[in-house]
């Protein structure tokens, strides 16, 4: 702010010493004003966005998802279960939950082969518990998990980045579905 000042100072006083009628360099002054204003609310709703979607990974979606499921949790507490494999855990979103003024009960269910757990189909079907497979799983195995939440009363819901690009699939009980909208 204090360099456009200085800016628009500078301009006034070239202007001025241009001999142009004060009507004629306010008239400029206002079209650069206008200008600068144009291309900030630019910047601000086009190409930050698309410059920010890259950034806009599992971890930060899901945090924003917390956030959001916060407004319901004295009445109706979340589960965060995530379905991976041992390749994978879930100890860094857990981290970033304890960083941020959150409040997410996060547990995981390491898969091997194409089977779930009676166990873990118990806490799938609670209906407190939102589910996220892990994004990068064998497409296949995905697949039969897929079919499994459907089976077990979850619908699927695509979150995305703020440019339109799916980043995971969240499958909630049809009380949490305001979370999709």
Same mark, same amino acid.
């Given at each position: 702010? @204090?360099?456009?000042? @200085? ?7 070239? #202007?001025?010493?241009?001999? #142009? ?24 709703? &086009?190409?930050? /966005? ?6 806009? $990974?599992?971890? $930060?979606?899901?945090? /924003? ?15 965060? #279960? ?9 100890? *860094?979103?857990?981290?970033? &939950? ?8 996060? &547990? ?13 189909? *118990? ?25 499994? #939440? /459907? ?10 980045? &703020? $440019? ?5 699939? @969240? ?9 999709? /909208?």
């Amino acid at each position: 702010m @204090l360099f456009a000042s @200085l800016g628009l100072t500078w301009l006034l006083e070239r #202007l001025q010493g241009l001999g #142009l009628t004060p009507t004629y360099w306010k008239s400029i002054v206002a079209g650069a004003i206008l200008t600068v204003i144009a291309l900030n609310v630019y910047q601000a709703n &086009t190409l930050d /966005r698309d410059r920010m979607a890259g950034l806009q $990974n599992l971890e $930060n979606l899901f945090l /924003r998802i917390v956030q959001s499921a916060q407004k319901d949790e004295d009445k109706f507490p979340k589960t965060y #279960l995530f379905i991976t494999d041992p390749s994978w855990t879930s100890k *860094g979103i857990e981290l970033i &939950t304890r960083t941020y003024p959150v409040q997410a009960q996060i &547990t995981e269910v390491v898969i091997k082969g194409d089977d779930l757990s009676e166990p873990a189909k *118990g806490l799938i079907y609670q209906r407190s518990s939102l589910v996220i497979i892990k994004p990068w799983l064998d497409p296949q195995l995905m697949a039969y998990y897929e079919k499994s #939440l /459907r089976e077990l009363g979850k619908s699927p819901c695509d979150i995305k980045a &703020t $440019n339109g690009d799916k980043r995971f699939v @969240l499958w909630y009980s049809p009380e949490t579905a305001w979370l999709c /909208r």
